[in-house]
Nanobody
Framework: QVQVVESGGGLVQNGGSLTVSCAASGTIFSINSMGWYRQAPGKQRELVASMPTGGTTVYADSVQGRFTISRDNAKNTVALQMNDLKPEDTAVYYC??????????????????WGQGTQVTVSS
């Protein structure tokens, strides 16, 4: 199994900064992509930023230029640095990891794992 655990959410004022972090662990063989999604009350979960291994980083238009995603491939971690936060950024932020996990010697299976979410609240 693959576990994904987020940390670092909290309350911040309008215009402030916050970093959320995430670590994936377990029987990971390789990770194809790690990213962040968010879900505000009454809304669908949406992509915030995604960083494929060896691919092009993608940001939602609403966070472009304010948020920065970074990965440590050796540690299977991903972080999201959020600057100039706005009240509309308030949401539960979820980490996602996609890749291959080892079942047994020579046998692998794909995984798509989510963390439990961390609350980010921006006060006006």
């Amino acid at each position: 199994q693959v576990q994904v655990v987020e940390s670092g959410g909290g309350l911040v004022q309008n215009g402030g900064s916050l970093t959320v972090s995430c670590a994936a662990s377990g029987t990971i063989f390789s990770i194809n992509s790690m990213g962040w999604y968010r879900q505000a009350p009454g809304k669908q979960r949406e992509l915030v930023a995604s960083m494929p291994t060896g691919g092009t980083t993608v940001y939602a238009d609403s966070v472009q230029g304010r948020f920065t995603i970074s990965r440590d491939n050796a540690k299977n971690t991903v972080a999201l640095q959020m600057n100039d936060l706005k009240p509309e950024d308030t949401a539960v932020y979820y980490c996602n990891a996609v890749g291959l996990r080892t079942i047994t010697t020579g046998v692998r299976m794909s995984f798509n794992s989510w963390g439990q979410g961390t609350q980010v609240t921006v006060s006006s």
